[in-house]
């Protein structure tokens, strides 16, 4: 029996006014994958990433998520099963730093308020920030800080799928070894789901069950990190990984 992907496009296209950027495009996510994806700046990466969540719709084609077609589906309750950790981070300023972690939770009010303030004391400490950063506002905060921020804040909805879009840019090295190692815990403690865009081809590596190199739209290889090492398709790749 095939695997149940628990993300699938079928056949999607997508562009933005009369420029195409995803020509029937393909993918299948299974459930517990670590996917990583990596390519030129442009060729669709974000957009891939939108789709899933439903924040664009395909032109044509289909989206599935845990087997359900999300065009019929409430985008909302979608969303929220579904943690998006934003190119640039995208944290709330006029919020405090607890406020911003447990935004989802506030708005599904599914817990009450102490169970809320619990969570979040537990996700600032997951994340490796100390608690008194709950009362500090985004400004506050370095930006390493902050993309830590952004992923407590994904995790707040505890949600089975986790998007992230370049969420370790823009930190010094010493930083990003860290955030990487802290995303691989969580990855491997909480038993997720991870689509994770980086333009770090070694974070690509490391992190990755699988990775997807993509160029103008299309998919150039997708595979385990030895395959993608070991047997490059083609010259995009293997300057990629510079062999
Ligand atoms: N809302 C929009 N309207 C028009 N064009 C858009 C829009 N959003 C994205 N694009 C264009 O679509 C293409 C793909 O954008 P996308 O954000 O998916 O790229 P990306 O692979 O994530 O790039 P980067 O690595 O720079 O983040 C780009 O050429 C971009 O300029
Ligand atoms: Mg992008």
Same mark, same amino acid.
């Given at each position: 029996?095939?695997?149940?992907?628990?993300?699938?496009?079928?056949?999607?296209?997508?562009?933005?006014?009369?420029?195409?950027?995803?020509?029937?495009?393909?993918?299948?996510?299974?459930?517990?994958?670590?996917?990583?994806?990596?390519?030129?700046?442009?060729?669709?990466?974000?957009?891939?990433?939108?789709?899933?969540?439903?924040?664009?719709?395909?032109?044509?084609?289909?989206?599935?998520?845990?087997?359900?077609?999300?065009?019929?589906?409430?985008?909302?309750?979608?969303?929220? *099963?579904?943690?998006?950790? =934003?190119?640039? +981070? #995208? !944290?709330?300023?006029? %919020?405090?730093? /607890?406020?911003?972690?447990?935004?989802?939770?506030?708005?599904?009010?599914?817990?009450?308020?102490?169970?809320?303030?619990? *969570?979040?004391?537990?996700? =600032?400490?997951? +994340? #490796? !920030?100390?608690?008194? %950063?709950?009362? /500090?506002?985004?400004?506050?905060?370095?930006?390493?800080?902050?993309?830590?921020?952004?992923?407590?804040?994904?995790?707040?909805?505890?949600?089975?799928?986790?998007?992230?879009?370049?969420?370790?840019?823009?930190?010094?090295?010493?930083?990003?070894?860290?955030?990487?190692?802290?995303?691989?815990?969580?990855?491997?403690?909480?038993?997720?789901?991870?689509?994770?865009?980086?333009?770090?081809?070694?974070?690509?590596?490391?992190?990755?069950?699988?990775?997807?190199?993509?160029?103008?739209?299309?998919?150039?290889?997708?595979?385990?990190?030895?395959?993608?090492?070991?047997?490059?398709?083609?010259?995009?790749?293997?300057?990629?990984?510079?062999?």
């Amino acid at each position: 029996m095939e695997k149940q992907g628990v993300i699938k496009l079928e056949g999607v296209s997508k562009g933005y006014g009369n420029n195409l950027i995803l020509n029937e495009f393909n993918l299948n996510i299974n459930k517990g994958e670590f996917l990583t994806i990596i390519g030129s700046s442009g060729c669709g990466k974000t957009t891939v990433l939108k789709l899933i969540n439903g924040l664009l719709t395909p032109d044509s084609g289909k989206v599935h998520v845990n087997g359900e077609d999300i065009s019929v589906v409430n985008q909302i309750q979608l969303r929220r *099963k579904i943690g998006y950790v =934003i190119q640039g +981070v #995208g !944290l709330f300023p006029h %919020m405090n730093i /607890r406020k911003n972690i447990s935004y989802v939770p506030n708005l599904t009010k599914k817990d009450d308020k102490s169970k809320i303030a619990a *969570k979040a004391l537990k996700l =600032i400490k997951v +994340v #490796g !920030l100390s608690e008194d %950063m709950l009362d /500090r506002y985004p400004s506050e905060l370095s930006g390493g800080q902050r993309q830590r921020v952004g992923l407590a804040r994904a995790l707040a909805s505890s949600p089975d799928i986790l998007l992230m879009d370049e969420p370790f840019g823009a930190v010094d090295e010493i930083t990003r070894k860290l955030l990487q190692e802290e995303i691989l815990r969580i990855y491997k403690e909480l038993n997720v789901t991870i689509v994770f865009i980086t333009h770090d081809i070694k974070e690509a590596l490391k992190l990755g069950t699988r990775v997807l190199v993509m160029d103008k739209g299309q998919i150039i290889q997708v595979g385990a990190p030895t395959e993608i090492m070991e047997n490059p398709k083609t010259d995009f790749v293997r300057e990629l990984i510079g062999a």
